[in-house]
């Protein structure tokens, strides 16, 4: 037989759950606008029914507060996370690729390379109109020099927006590393909370916010398993759970211990023109060393930091490598390794830095420097790289230990292959501008005389360690090259970012080339055949392969444009997708403050119907009680 008062605890039960769920809706309502909160629900189910031996069976003895859970779905914040992810990398793309065609100001006419190369054609025809004019020299040579210059500062603020990433990069893994610590103290406070049987609803809202954050940066993956006491069969559930955050697979935050990444400078460049210290991000090893490097160029890497590194690395996947056809240790060079390209290629084109490291089937070697062999078209194969090292275990450079027939005919490459047109893809496409165009009208302009009979000049150079002016053509007479080093002075040491009118041009206008050897010696000032030419090489079409020079810089141009357009696009898809994953997610986690205001008025009801209940019992045990007898 029940209990006298059981009506009376059966009352109290749901004045306790109905109390439960006007506390929990009032927490619903005042977190309404709290970015990342979740909506929480009171979970109930009949109390344990009473046997009572009677012919009705069992009585309820009322409800059973269960407990109070948090709505989210695993499934929502896995998609949103890739997507938003992905996102990040096209946005941080299409940001930096919108920064480098501001540079070019071809927008702007007073400042386009459109302006500036109709300023340098005026400059040449007012010359050939009166080629002894000291003043259409000056002009000419002051033309040439504002042409210089704007490629010049294109270049440098290329280089300088690769900084800029460089350290916004080193920003972001601080970032990641401050985020990760956070995940593991709330991973702490959860699972302490939650192995006495709590509720920790509300750091796990900040938990997945801050997961939400991290995925912006990179993409990461979630493991949460149930923490049970013992092993096998007889396990029981604790109550808590174990929390992973993973980075490609490695660990980065979990229970019980906090990686962290951290930024490394190169002490080598992978490009010629590429700044000094570009860091790689790196995990951190034992004792604070070094660990494995973090692979941002693999296929199941996205986020933010991965788009940033494109741009700062990009080469349109296309990287120095070749094939190993020959290693050889103890020469006057020290140990070398000799790499056949699978095409030669346009010293043009070359983007090797002087000293740098190369990977030689799959192991890193540092080199001093290069030598490359001519073929008959100028073309340069067979790279020997000198001086080769590699690094101890004690972190010390040592030669290299090469053995007879150690890997040949295994890839040797220098960094990755990066499939995005990033700077160090537009640099190499602006150092090939200046040298064809310089190695073009610098062999027009040797092949006449100045104004005094001397022979030409280059008019287009740089300046060696010394300060002077390289001499890149070879005189008359004397063979092409069968060999180009590093440090000759050759074409490959001119770059967007030196490249310059001669100094001894731009300081006297007689040096200036317009016509031969033969119109001078005959007192022919106004003679003009090396002027005509120079003049039909800047609309020679054959100059380059898109073109004229002005088409050239336009290809660049429309390159950028086309890029932008993609990554933009791209970006605007997955932004959307995030949109409309997030807005699944909010319709079964965020807070509508009308439906709680139903809610509230629905708990109300209950509560005062529970209060009901115990009034009434009141009065019955009264009744029992104190009048009955």
Not at 132 to 142: G, I, S
Not at 299 to 318: I, Q, Y
Not at 386 to 399: A, C, D, F, H, I
Not at 573 to 595: G, H, K
Request: net charge negative.
């Amino acid at each position: 037989m029940p209990s006298t008062f059981l009506g009376l605890n059966t009352g109290l039960s749901g004045l306790n759950y109905y109390q439960a769920t006007l506390n929990t809706t009032a927490h619903n309502i005042s977190n309404a606008d709290v970015s990342g909160y979740s909506r929480q629900q009171v979970l109930a189910k009949a109390a344990p029914a009473l046997r009572v031996r009677s012919s009705y069976g069992m009585m309820g003895t009322g409800v059973q507060t269960a407990g109070i859970e948090q709505l989210r779905n695993v499934y929502y914040d896995t998609k949103y996370r890739a997507a938003i992810s992905t996102c990040s990398e096209y946005s941080g793309v299409n940001e930096q690729l919108t920064q480098l065609q501001n540079y070019i100001n071809e927008q702007k006419s007073e400042t386009g390379y459109t302006k500036v190369l109709s300023q340098l054609s005026s400059a040449m025809q007012n010359l050939s109109t009166s080629p002894a004019n000291a003043t259409y020299r000056t002009a000419f040579t002051q033309a040439a020099g504002n042409f210089t210059d704007l490629i010049n500062e294109v270049a440098t603020n290329y280089q300088n927006t690769q900084e800029d990433i460089n350290n916004e990069v080193a920003i972001h893994v601080d970032t990641i590393n401050s985020i990760a610590a956070q995940i593991f103290t709330l991973n702490q406070q959860i699972r302490n909370i939650e192995t006495r049987f709590g509720n920790a609803n509300d750091l796990r809202d900040q938990r997945e916010l801050l997961v939400d954050q991290l995925s912006e940066l990179i993409n990461v993956s979630i493991v949460e398993t149930p923490v049970k006491y013992g092993e096998g069969p007889d396990a029981e559930d604790s109550g808590a759970t174990s929390y992973e955050v993973r980075i490609g697979g490695m660990l980065l935050v979990d229970d019980m211990e906090c990686n962290q990444l951290k930024v490394a400078a190169r002490q080598e460049k992978v490009n010629q023109s590429d700044i000094d210290g570009l860091y790689d991000v790196y995990w951190v090893g034992l004792n604070g060393a070094l660990g494995e490097r973090v692979n941002f160029n693999s296929n199941n890497v996205t986020g933010l930091v991965k788009g940033l590194l494109e741009v700062r690395d990009g080469n349109n996947f296309n990287p120095f490598s070749g094939t190993i056809s020959e290693m050889k240790m103890g020469t006057s060079d020290g140990s070398t390794a000799t790499i056949r390209l699978k095409e030669a290629m346009d010293i043009d084109k070359l983007n090797l830095p002087m000293e740098g490291v190369i990977t030689l089937n799959c192991k890193e070697y540092y080199y001093e420097g290069w030598e490359a062999d001519c073929d008959d078209d100028g073309k340069l194969n067979n790279f020997v790289f000198k001086n080769l090292t590699v690094v101890s275990e004690t972190g010390r450079r040592e030669p290299a230990v090469l053995k007879p027939g150690m890997d040949i005919g295994r890839e040797g490459s220098m960094g990755q292959a990066i499939d995005c047109k990033g700077i160090p893809y537009y640099m190499t496409q602006l150092n090939e501008f200046v040298r064809t165009l310089s190695k073009y009208m610098n062999d027009i302009f040797t092949t006449g005389v100045d104004a005094n009979g001397d022979k030409g000049l280059d008019f287009f150079t740089t300046e060696d360690v010394n300060g002077k002016d390289m001499v890149l053509t070879p005189g008359v007479g004397v063979p092409a090259p069968s060999k180009v080093a590093s440090r000759d002075s050759s074409y490959y040491r001119l770059t967007a970012l030196n490249w310059s009118v001669n100094k001894s041009v731009k300081a006297d206008q007689s040096k200036v080339v317009v016509s031969y050897k033969e119109d001078i010696a005959q007192g022919n000032l106004d003679a003009k055949g090396v002027l005509e030419k120079v003049i039909a090489g800047f609309d020679d079409r054959s100059m380059y392969s898109q073109g004229t020079v002005a088409q050239f810089l336009q290809a660049i141009t429309t390159s950028l444009a086309v890029d932008i357009q993609k990554y933009d696009s791209f970006a605007s898809n997955m932004e959307e997708v995030a949109n409309v994953i997030e807005n699944q997610r909010l319709s079964v986690s965020s807070v509508d403050t009308n439906e709680e205001a139903a809610s509230l008025v629905m708990y109300q009801n209950g509560y005062n119907l529970a209060c009901k209940v115990l009034s009434v019992m009141n009065e019955v045990y009264d009744k029992l009680i104190n009048q009955t007898g």
